[in-house]
């Protein structure tokens, strides 16, 4: 079979200004157009996708509060191809993708031109009706963000005051992974790893340096490796009683390391959770279950995070088609939990225990 799709095009003109008294103190457009095409091709064993997408984005920043990004247009425009073949009990996928970026920036001379190319290939085995292993590998090739490369200024959201730097690469590696799938009557279990190279990860470092009392990131790029494993496992629901009850178990790490020494910042610690439902006509319970480790593998100027568990459950009734009523209780512990991967952990912790009673009524 043969089919062109245009998957979509748009275009949009958006702008906003914020006012200080009757003087726009931040005024904000953006014109994007946006379109992307497929070729959709295929015959018994084989099935794939030949694509062209091209996106263009035309942002003015002004005013005396004009944030810490510049004003720019950025043009990306690509060439994609995806193939897959079915060979019995063996699966086979490749893809490709050639890029080319353009980056104009207000107040700098410097034209920033990059052509960015990806492939891909892995392979599936089918061991039987219930189970797949498989692999992959790929090289990618990114080209560095406006805010990595021209940052300058307080980030609010963040807490943090950005510094770019103009002199970034592209931001090359390869990537492996391995994985198993097996599904039953009874469960679904999905176990993987990952683990990529790169040849010049662009991170944000933390500085010992302040403006005020908001802490200094400057953008660099060094070699790294980055790795880890997700396993999940899913039970059937059971029956019992009036209730379907099933629960699932998640399990994740990562690890992040520089070449020359030093770890990856505001990598995620272990982390497991347990959840259980009951399910009948009227009922749904949920209760859930998750703990995160500790983490001291720290970069460097970075605060180690300490480990929580958080205890969350969840009751919905259903008094009529259009009535319900629900209970909601987060944190039943209390726990005092901060994410390693936020900015703002040591200044801003997820909320406590909370309780919440509320009534749903549609018409």
Not at 180 to 193: C, E, K, Q, T, V
């Amino acid at each position: 079979f043969l089919s062109l799709l245009v998957r979509h095009a748009h275009s949009h003109d958006y702008e906003h200004g914020e006012l200080e008294g009757k003087e726009t103190a931040l005024s904000f457009a953006n014109q994007a157009q946006n379109i992307r095409m497929e070729l959709l091709y295929g015959g018994d064993n084989t099935d794939g996708v030949f694509g062209f997408s091209s996106d263009h984005d035309d942002v003015t920043i002004g005013g005396e509060e004009a944030g810490y990004i510049p004003s720019h247009k950025k043009t990306a425009q690509s060439l994609f191809l995806v193939q897959n073949i079915e060979n019995g009990n063996l699966l086979i996928e490749g893809a490709a993708r050639l890029e080319n970026n353009e980056l104009d920036v207000t107040g700098d001379t410097k034209y920033n031109k990059s052509t960015n190319h990806s492939f891909s290939v892995g392979s599936g085995l089918k061991l039987s009706d219930n189970s797949l292993i498989g692999a992959s590998i790929a090289q990618n090739s990114r080209a560095p963000s406006v805010s990595e490369l021209y940052a300058e200024g307080t980030h609010f959201d963040a807490g943090i005051y950005e510094k770019g730097n103009s002199l970034l690469k592209n931001e090359d590696s390869i990537s492996t992974e391995i994985y198993y799938r097996y599904s039953n009557d009874l469960f679904n279990l999905n176990a993987a790893y990952f683990s990529n190279d790169f040849d010049s990860f662009i991170y944000r470092h933390i500085t010992n340096i302040k403006v005020g009392k908001i802490p200094v990131i400057e953008y660099r790029q060094k070699g790294a490796e980055i790795s880890g494993i997700e396993l999940e496992l899913d039970f059937a629901p059971v029956r019992l009683g009036n209730f379907d009850v099933s629960n699932s178990f998640m399990i994740s790490k990562v690890d992040g390391k520089l070449s020359g020494g030093g770890y990856v910042p505001r990598m995620p610690p272990l982390n497991f959770q347990y959840t259980l439902d009951a399910m009948s006509d009227s009922w749904l319970y949920t209760f859930r279950y998750r703990h995160s480790r500790k983490q001291d593998s720290l970069a460097l100027n970075e605060m180690l995070t300490d480990s929580y568990y958080r205890l969350d459950f969840e009751v919905s009734y259903k008094a009529s088609n259009n009535i319900f009523f629900i209970l909601l209780m987060r944190n039943i512990g209390d726990e005092d939990i901060r994410n390693h991967t936020s900015w703002l952990k040591d200044k801003l912790p997820e909320p406590g225990r909370d309780y919440n009673l509320s009534v749903q009524y549609s018409f």
